[in-house]
């Protein structure tokens, strides 16, 4: 399977901001690119603020809302947590028959999770699980100021144990007037995880679709991301 999956270090980091630049460049370079994001939780998929939405708009997908996030709930916890105040329970395999029914829908996909690695998603099963499961290598989004060196040295480890496959890191949110943590975390974190980083990206004001694509396709390269015998183009 050709893809990536993208997951934070933290909630709030701009993962879907990124997967869904990601989505739009490819789209621009003519690959048959997907999304995939099956919990959601917080808000409606169908809301156009929703990450389901910012995901579909952006990729361009003929995928259906219900396909591209089978599983939403209404609060805005962890998807098993605010499934269980449903009443309501998600198992791995449930996940999984719905990604056999989408993922020859398209060349490549873009897979978000929810939160960081160890979010428990559903029943007995972790963002990590799924990740593992799907066979993806993964794109950690992280923020680039004070503390982020510990939670992206965390998350690299513990994927390394898990025996996951790590394309890199983007460090997203740098400011206007970077202050020393933020210049100086780039090259301690890839001296300490072993990890490229892939892209530095600005704080986006304005988050339009428009803007969101301009932003990745000047800050993050991603040809790393395709199978140059399969997809380059």
Request: with cysteine; aromatic share 6%; proline share 6%.
């Amino acid at each position: 399977m050709n893809g990536i999956f993208v997951t934070g270090t933290d909630t709030d980091v701009g993962k879907t901001i990124i997967a869904s630049g990601i989505a739009a460049v490819l789209k621009e370079r003519q690959i048959d690119v997907g999304v995939f994001k099956p919990l959601l939780s917080g808000i409606s998929r169908e809301d156009p603020a929703s990450d389901t939405s910012l995901l579909k708009q952006l990729s361009e997908t003929s995928l259906s809302y219900e396909e591209i996030t089978p599983f939403p709930f209404k609060e805005p916890l962890a998807p098993y947590v605010s499934a269980k105040l449903e009443g309501k329970s998600v198992w791995m395999e449930e996940v999984l028959s719905h990604w056999e029914k989408i993922k020859d829908k398209h060349e490549f996909f873009i897979v978000e999770g929810a939160g960081g690695i160890s979010v428990p998603l559903g029943e007995q099963f972790l963002v990590n699980d799924l990740i593992k499961a799907l066979k993806l290598p993964i794109l950690i989004v992280a923020r680039p100021n004070l503390g982020t060196v510990n939670h992206i040295f965390l998350t690299v480890q513990y994927a390394k144990s898990l025996g996951l496959t790590i394309a890199g890191v983007v460090l997203n949110g740098m400011s206007e007037q970077p202050g020393l943590a933020e210049k100086t975390n780039p090259g301690l974190i890839e001296e300490l995880c072993g990890v490229p980083i892939l892209g530095i990206t600005p704080k986006l004001k304005d988050l339009t679709a428009e803007n969101i694509k301009n932003m990745v396709k000047e800050h993050i390269d991603v040809t790393l991301f395709l199978k140059e015998k399969e997809l380059r183009r």
